[in-house]
């Protein structure tokens, strides 16, 4: 990222400032002939000696009006409390000043540094862009300067609604070519959020270590004191000036978060006093897994980390052609289950112990999800969780919006979940669900009773008001779906009398199975299901089956390739399910089931598939909702077979995490397979060759996990490379598949870029 300010006046040569100055001169800034100069002021003149002999700065001078002349872009760095003297000072100058200077900070605070600016300058110029860099060290001084002090960390920018748009991308692309990752959020969200992340745990290291030092064993006490504690306290030797002044112009947020945490530590007192065992265990795995949680969401780009932060890069794919689709697999727990497993069993009474549990990110949000409304989780260790349940009324308030990631299953369910409860929730997620319409849940369950808002267009947030009385309807349901079916079952859990669900066409009962399991009857009769409200759910054992939707890919894979033999073990057959299979069957794949049986009330069996020459088909329109989330799969079996196959009522897949008719078609279209679009479907026709049927390219995935697999898949009969974009959503419901995929012979490169380069590449997964 290439700077063009042709010169930086930094006021206040400290370690964030000198830090920048060296970030910007390794980056090239002003060295070797290029254009650029960086100058400084700071009352120190030994701290401006120093930075000109480390050659971090051209010049500078303990007078700011001298410096301020043919400045272009002025970054003040000072204490938060000296702001706004530096800011009256500067006015003085900044009519003397070139007309298209811009003004940034580095601050901590920003409600107070505008609130300076607007004193100072008499209004909030359109030229000033607030910024902080999350970075820093407990060492100070331009000494103590790192060039790679903001390398992969964030600098938050707060612009105003005045704030000149070329401001922002000068000062942005200033702190790219540091190396950090830019992002812009609302002053107050900033001051809230560096309240709770950063400005209360250095109060909280601050007071830790004086307490300690003030007793008669200190000595003692710091002789003895382990990594974690060195850890944690680190922080405490910070300049307490400068997080003095943090913590006056922060107050009112500080104050906040630190009520918070005193709520938080009287009730871990109290669990404490009292041996509730139950209470710690909730708060410490709550706690536990929430480190671990949002650590992987940081570093992994498949989902946004907060509500308005973007992510570090894409992750690609690059899938050689070739494999041969041979051996025995057995793949994750069905997603669909595992959400179910977890929001059945905090419910229940008594403990419910989980195997085979898919520990992919979807299935995680929702697990955290129940910890933050106080529900004691114990996992997941290697598919196993257990589940101590609170009962139906037992679950509390979170302390803030609920996130389910990637998860329009886990949005929906809670919504009917949610509607019920006491206490008022917000469920959000990420950019890409956020899209996604929710007011066919959002619909009918006001027809129930249930308060609810939405985005624009019924899209997230759910904003879900507690304590509504809920009663129970008779629903027919407009378009076959199992996510709106399962959220009103959930929600007539709470209402009263009895609620009833028809649906056009049959789609999966897992919820109404694992009901009655959990001892809540639920009954059918043709195309409605019905249950009572009031009643309880009692705990049992669960043992989730391996996920269909995970197995179609690899059935696809041995159903399209010369040669393959393919055992899937343990797979969920529940009828509801079996679309895929009944299709490729149609299509003529050599496909038998094994060792059929039930398990926890849902039936399983081992797949076996061998290649067999596929022909296109007309797609029966009562297997279409059983094979819903396979369609991406289906279609590169489509491309593969000998005809046209010819799929119609497949509305549904156009509002998935993609248009995901849309979405293969563009990618068929870059593959070279012929193929028309219509509104409720599409027509494929394969050559049915012998050798690859299509080409390469690079196709985008548009973030769906599905989308991007079966492309993967597809390189096994193509000729050349296939590029797949924006792949990290695979994470979500499948996060080994390329473990797997290596497997059966597919040859499978990552990597990880951004804009303007690639940031990481994880490496090459073969043949084992």
């Known amino acids: 990222m290439k700077v063009t300010e042709p010169r930086l006046l930094i006021v206040g040569l400290g370690l964030i400032g000198g830090s920048l100055a060296a970030a910007l001169r390794e980056a090239g800034f002003g060295r070797e002939g290029a254009r650029g100069e960086i100058v400084a002021c700071d009352p120190d003149a030994e701290e401006i000696a120093r930075g000109v002999a ?18 272009s872009m002025i970054l003040l760095a000072v204490p938060v409390l000296a702001m706004e003297g530096v800011m009256r000072e500067l006015a003085e100058y900044l009519d003397k000043a070139a007309a298209d200077v811009v003004i940034t900070d580095v601050g901590s605070t920003k409600a107070a540094i505008r609130q300076a600016a607007e004193r100072a300058f008499g209004g909030l110029p359109s030229n000033l862009v607030l910024g902080h860099p999350i970075a820093g060290s407990e060492k100070s001084g331009v000494a103590a300067s790192n060039p790679r002090l903001y390398q992969n960390h964030k600098v938050i920018l707060t612009p105003a609604e005045t704030t000149r748009p070329d401001a922002v991308a000068r000062v942005r692309r200033l702190w790219e070519a540091c190396g950090a990752e830019v992002l812009e959020m609302a002053v107050e969200r900033h001051d809230q959020v560096l309240a709770r992340t950063s400005h209360l745990p250095h109060l909280l290291a601050f007071s830790l270590v004086d307490s300690l030092a003030r007793q008669d064993e200190r000595l003692e006490i710091f002789r003895y004191a382990a990594g974690g504690f060195r850890d944690f306290t680190r922080i405490a030797g910070s300049d307490p000036v400068m997080w003095r002044d943090i913590f006056v112009a922060n107050r009112e947020a500080v104050l906040a978060s630190l009520d918070d945490f005193e709520a938080g530590l009287a009730r871990l007192r109290q669990a404490v006093e009292s041996s509730d065992s139950d209470a710690m265990l909730a708060t410490f795995d709550r706690a536990s897994h929430a480190r671990h949680y949002f650590e992987s969401l940081l570093n992994k780009t498949s989902y946004q980390a907060e509500y308005h932060m973007q992510p570090q890069g894409k992750l690609t794919y690059r899938v ?51 910890r933050e409304m106080g ?15 609170v009962g139906m009324h037992g679950l509390k308030a979170p302390a803030g919006p609920l ?8 949005m929906r369910l809670f919504s009917g979940l949610l509607a019920g409860q006491a206490f008022d929730s917000e469920l959000t997620g990420d950019d890409s669900l956020t899209k996604r319409p929710m007011n066919r849940v959002a619909d009918p369950l006001r027809l129930m009773g249930a308060r609810i808002e939405t985005a624009e267009g019924g ?27 399962s959220c009103l079952l959930l929600a007539g859990l709470y209402a009263e009398g009895e609620t009833r669900v028809r649906e056009p066409a049959p789609t999966r009962d897992h919820t109404e199975r694992m009901l009655n399991g959990f001892g809540y009857p639920v009954l059918r009769q043709g195309d409605t299901c019905w249950l009572e409200g009031g009643n309880k759910l009692v705990a049992g054992p669960i043992d989730v089956p391996s996920d269909i939707s995970s197995a179609t890919f690899f059935l696809v894979a041995a159903a399209i390739t010369p040669g393959s033999d393919l055992l899937l073990e343990h797979v969920g057959i529940n009828p509801t399910r079996i679309g895929v299979i009944n299709i490729l069957k ?9 060792n059929s049986r039930e398990v926890g009330g849902e039936p399983v069996a081992e797949i076996r598939i061998r290649y067999a020459p596929l022909k296109g088909i007309d797609i029966p329109v009562e297997q279409v909702p059983l094979a819903i989330d396979e369609f991406p799969a289906l279609f590169i079996a489509a491309a593969n077979a000998a005809g046209r196959t010819r799929l119609r009522g497949a509305e549904e897949l156009r509002v998935k995490e993609s248009d995901r008719i849309q979405a293969m078609a563009d990618g068929l279209a870059v593959l070279g397979v012929e193929h028309s679009v219509v509104k409720d479907g599409i027509d494929i026709v394969g050559n049915g060759a012998s050798g690859p049927s299509y080409g390469g390219g690079r196709v985008d995935s548009l973030g769906d996990h599905r989308i991007a697999m079966a492309f993967a898949i597809a390189a096994l009969r193509a000729s050349e490379d296939i590029v797949i974009d924006d792949c990290a959503n695979v994470a979500t419901s499948f996060p080994d598949f390329i473990t797997l995929a290596g497997r059966i012979g597919l040859n499978v490169t990552e990597e990880r870029v951004t804009e303007e380069r690639t940031t990481e590449k994880a490496g090459e997964v073969g043949h084992e």
């Open 403 to 410: 996130y389910v990631g990637n998860s329009g299953t886990a």
């Open 54 to 71: 480390m050659g971090l700065i051209d010049s500078g001078d303990t007078r700011l009006g001298p410096m301020v002349k043919d400045a």
């Open 459 to 485: 899209r997230p947030p759910l904003k879900i008001s507690g304590g509504t009385k809920l009663e129970g309807i008779e629903y027919a349901m407009p378009m076959a779906s199992a996510q709106v079916k």
């Open 320 to 370: 050689s052609p070739g494999g041969n689709a041979q051996g025995r697999l057995r793949v994750p727990g069905d997603k669909s289950i595992s959400h179910r497993s977890i929001m059945l069993g905090a419910l229940a009474e008594g403990v419910t112990e989980v195997k085979g549990f898919l520990e992919g990110e979807d299935s995680l949000a929702t697990l955290q999800a129940f």
């Open 586 to 594: 149609l299509m003529g794949a050599d496909l038998t089931l094994e």
């Open 375 to 389: 529900v004691a989780i114990e996992g997941p260790h290697q598919g196993r969780v257990t589940i101590h349940g």
